[in-house]
């Protein structure tokens, strides 16, 4: 459907950039109106693309945040050359745009990276080059656990357990069945603290891994329902969840159970995919404020895509999560010294000392800091699935956890806490 | 006939011994839970299988592409009900342009390869298969759908577990069909010519079979049971292009139990691969590798029948 009406919005688009661009108010980078000029500084990024799924949406909008910083004054007056790569999924491609990215076009640093397979093959690259990747759509344990990866996005295990402290407190949830996906370093990894956090409170959880290659879902929510839980969190990819609720529709268990999920299915398709059976029923994490927040950053990321991403890139988490790792990015480099803006080194010793930074976007500050796991975005807020609509239902809350102990204390040592 | 009795004797006796085995000491219960469940798949892979064996008996064509086929048809159906259109209109819609497609490739692609080997017949129907879901892809980018029927309203219970009318309709289908084929092939002039093509085309061609006219038929037959299993699929499993396109393997699975040809055995081993795999979800061990479950079952059955005779893609 949007690829029938392309060809129309590229036309309209191209046209009507033109003038929403200069008329746009979008507050990026240094914010003085002038073009920048000079050597580019160049700045890598890679997304998946292929099917079963598209997460170009946090690479888009990092790319749509840097032109606007090149219309206004960019790093130091210089440009920023954005040149981000498709690994198609692929761990053989992905390793193939790192190595160009990072030893062929010796990018200065990585920002907006959303693909897990990319993450998963590229972690020890980067720790190796002496690069960091401050990326937004983290998925996988190797992308938090890593020295050189730093996303804004919270991933499974945050938002699962976000999930599971909603339904504890609100839901009076005592156990909880996590249906996550069978995939190394995911599933087992992000229900696995789901599990923790539920049995450090004396409560019980178990989880069931669907393969994403079997078709029947059926036999994953029997299995959830076998294993005695009073709560299910689904923690699986939207196309799944949806499916998965669909079975559990089938079955008519909605008030058996209570239900919440992590972030995949805080999308805006999806109440209305899930249809009024699901109103009132469904509690979602959301790792980033909502897509209409009216803090003054999140409408300022509206703006930027307006003005500079195409018509048809979507407004989503993945999105506000690119925008916010640009933005970070920017304001790091404009406050090195302008002669040091290209020297790899020097910009990774920036980004590890990024402390504090704040925005509406996101519950908790950002940070980074030297450490062998970075996972900075640890709160986050409760929508309602209502009447085809999100409500929020809970505002910024901090999780906690076993797992969350040592980041707590790195906090502590960076003076956050 | 006698062997193809113990072939289904052969799937039964898999079916049960590994039921067995994985629901033991389970109770009765949550056993049948999982049998029912898989039974509401296996249907959907029966039908699939179905629809490849209808048209191989009849061209000697394995056709890779009904799962594609039928995601396209399933994707058409769900854009018009996006449009408003009445949802009886979509689904004659898109079954219609499932029997186009494998009308076009009936008459465009398949007389071309026609006296190619049957892999190569395979191998093609394979690329058609590939190239009608990046046209699928390409129309509808990656995004939250559902397809759902009015018959998902309704529903009953079997062994506790609430079975919707959609699913009965499944099963009920591939039962009928499977009737209706072999009633249409063994007792109707048109299946009779679509045997002796299937057999030789050569010698059919020379004793004036009209050959075009009869795959036309095959070909147009196919495209139907493949728009109304995407139907079914994008209903009961996922509105995903992707998803339903490879839905095709473990069908690939159920028809080479029935040898390519006994469309009662694609049936049961349909029916039976669902069951196996539903019940592995019972072991902790083997639940991981459930996907794994139609190819173990197929090899199986195909180390049952084979005994170092039927090859099945040098048939001719």
Known sequence: MKKMTLISLIAFGSLSMIGTASASDAVCGLDN????????????????????????????????????????????????????????????????????????????????????????????????????????????????????????????????????????????????????????????????????????????????????????????????????????????????????????????????????????????????????????????????????????????????????????????????????????????????????????????????????????????????????????????????????????????????????????????????? | MVKRTLTLLMLAALLLGVCSFLGWGKPPKVVGLFVVSGMAVGSLYALGGIGLVVLYRATGVLNLSNGAIGALGVMVAWQLQQWQIPETATWIIGIAVTTLMALTYGRLIAPGLAWRDPVVKAVATLGFALIVLGITAFAWEDDIRKFSLPSDKIAYTLLELRITLTRVIVVLSALVIVIAVWFYLSKTRTGLNMRALADNRDISALIGIPIVKTETIAWGISGLIAGFTGLMFGDLVRLEPFVITFMVIPAISAAICGQLRNLGAVLIAGLCIGIIESMMTLSPVLKSVRPMAPFVIAILVLMWVQRGRTNYFAGN
């Open chain 1, 33 to 417: 109106g002038l073009l920048a000029t000079g050597e580019s500084i160049k700045v890598g990024g890679i997304y998946g693309n292929a099917a079963p799924g598209d997460f170009s949406a946090a690479t888009d909008a990092a790319g749509a945040y840097f032109k606007c910083v090149n219309e206004n004054g960019g790093i130091h007056g210089r440009p920023i050359e954005y040149m981000v790569e498709n690994d198609q999924w692929n761990p053989e491609l992905a390793a193939q745009a790192a190595a160009k990215l990072v030893d062929d076009e010796a990018v200065v640093a990585m920002v907006g990276n959303s693909s897990f397979v990319e993450m998963s093959v590229n972690a020890p690259m980067y720790a190796e080059n002496g690069i960091m990747a401050m990326a937004s759509g983290c998925a996988v344990s190797e992308c938090f656990e890593s020295s050189n990866i730093v996303s804004t996005n919270q991933g499974p295990l945050s938002s699962s357990v976000g999930a599971a402290i909603y339904a504890i407190e609100e839901l009076g949830a005592t156990n909880i069945s996590c249906i996550g996906m069978a995939i190394p370093s995911v599933g087992n990894w992000s229900c696995g603290a789901v599990q923790s956090y539920m049995e450090s409170k004396g409560l019980n959880a178990s989880f069931v891994l669907l393969n994403p290659a079997a078709p029947d879902v059926n036999s994953a929510l029997l299995e959830a329902m076998a294993s005695g839980a009073d709560s299910m969190l689904v923690n699986l990819p939207a196309g799944l969840g949806i499916a998965f609720l669909n079975a559990a529709e089938e079955q008519g268990i909605a008030d058996a159970y209570s239900w919440t999920s992590s972030t995949p299915l805080y999308d805006a398709s999806v109440p209305k995919a899930l249809g009024s059976y699901w109103s009132g029923k469904l509690f979602i994490s959301a790792e980033l404020t909502t897509i209409d927040g009216a803090g003054p950053d999140n409408q300022n990321w509206l703006k930027v895509m307006d003005a500079y991403a195409n018509a048809d890139d979507p407004r989503d988490t993945f999105a506000q999560s690119g925008y916010l790792s640009a933005k970070y990015f920017v304001k790091t480099m404009n406050q090195m010294a302008p002669e040091k803006v290209n020297d790899r080194a020097a910009v990774t010793e920036a980004i590890q000392g990024i402390n504090g930074y704040t925005s509406d976007l996101m519950c908790g500050p950002y940070y980074v800091g030297k450490a062998d796991r970075h996972m900075p975005n640890h709160a986050g807020m409760i929508v309602e699935v209502r009447d085809e609509a999100f409500h929020v239902v809970r505002d910024c809350f901090e999780y906690d956890g076993p797992y969350f102990q040592p980041i707590l204390e790195a906090e502590k040592a960076l003076g956050l806490r």
